[in-house]
């Protein structure tokens, strides 16, 4: 019983804790071929990630943009699709942080963004997601919620022809 349960919470730590790789993915190669999405995150959008539960410790706020383009870069090499980060005139997806909520549970933490990307085809508003045991880094957290975020956005946005 004591070696099942061992098992038991091994599977919940890795399983919990592993970190979203968006190399195999549903995204339509065909439909990004031709595309080059560049976004471009609004300054009047979230700044700080809003802590709920019980916590440990000092949060330090990472800065928003920043770790937006983290986000983006690691997408792109992930998927392969021409995403990048910039600013006006060249950006053609406008980007606004509506929120980060940073989640604390006993044994797990997940940080949830919500974010809208403003096209020219009209406002996305997705929801990005990122569990993990215990808390992580704040950095981190935010860049995999962002990624979460942004897939979900292109899913979305391959949906209409």
Not at 4 to 21: A, E, K, R
Request: proline share 2%; with cysteine; aromatic share 14%.
């Amino acid at each position: 019983m004591k070696k099942l349960l061992y098992f038991l919470f091994l599977v919940s730590l890795i399983s919990c804790s592993t970190v979203q790789n968006y190399t195999s993915n549903e995204l339509n190669p065909e439909y990004y071929r031709e595309k080059n999405l560049t976004f471009q995150m609004t300054s009047t959008g979230a700044q700080i990630i809003n802590m709920e539960g019980a916590y440990v410790g000092n949060v330090a706020q990472p800065d928003f943009k920043e770790t937006f383009a983290a986000a983006v870069l690691e997408m792109a090499e992930e998927t392969k699709l021409n995403l990048k980060t910039g600013s006006y005139p060249d950006s053609n997806i406008d980007v606004k942080v509506l929120e980060a909520n940073w989640d604390f549970k006993l044994s797990s933490a997940e940080l949830i963004t919500k974010i809208n990307f403003h096209t020219s085809f009209g406002n996305y508003e997705t929801v990005g997601k990122f569990k993990n045991v215990g808390g992580g880094s704040e950095r981190k957290n935010l860049k995999n919620s962002f990624k979460n975020a942004i897939y979900n956005f292109l899913m979305e946005y391959q949906k209409r022809k």
